[in-house]
């Protein structure tokens, strides 16, 4: 059964850190681009950073340039987003996703509609 598990996520301080990981079961990780998406009530979905199969291409939302950094380990079937500087706008649902097609252009985060497989999400609150 193919599937994605989002986990790290909770409650934080503004200028707090939390690390994300996506496990992957059911397939092989190293075959796909990994994206990380978050939702806000009320929001629609957005990208936040994408990591290509092997890591050469590396893209980041302009909110979160500087603050977050992707990172995977291909070895553990594994992916983070690592992040840094929280602020309430953070506040949101984060999801991974991949597909293998995703994150191949340096400057572009893939739609989530070009995404093969999600996550249930992991909600991340940002607040004082």
């Known amino acids: 059964q193919v599937q994605l598990v989002e986990s790290g996520g909770g409650l934080v301080q503004p200028g707090g850190s939390l690390r994300l990981s996506c496990a992957a079961s059911?397939?092989?990780?190293?075959?796909?681009?990994i994206g990380w998406f978050r939702q806000a009530p009320g929001k629609e979905r957005e990208g936040v950073s994408c990591?290509?199969?092997?890591?050469?291409?590396?893209n980041y939302a302009r909110s979160v340039k500087g603050r977050f950094t992707i990172s995977r380990d291909n070895n553990k079937n594994l992916a983070y987003l690592q992040m840094n500087s929280l602020n309430p706008e953070d506040t949101a649902t984060y999801y991974c996703?991949?597909?293998?097609?995703?994150?191949?252009?340096?400057?572009?985060?893939?739609?989530?509609?070009?995404?093969?497989?999600w996550g249930k999400g992991t909600p991340v609150t940002v607040s004082s």
């Open positions: 996703a991949a597909d293998t097609t995703a994150c191949r252009v340096s400057g572009t985060l893939p739609s989530p509609n070009g995404m093969l497989y």
């Open positions: 059911g397939f092989t990780l190293d075959a796909y681009a």
């Open positions: 990591i290509s199969r092997r890591g050469s291409v590396i």
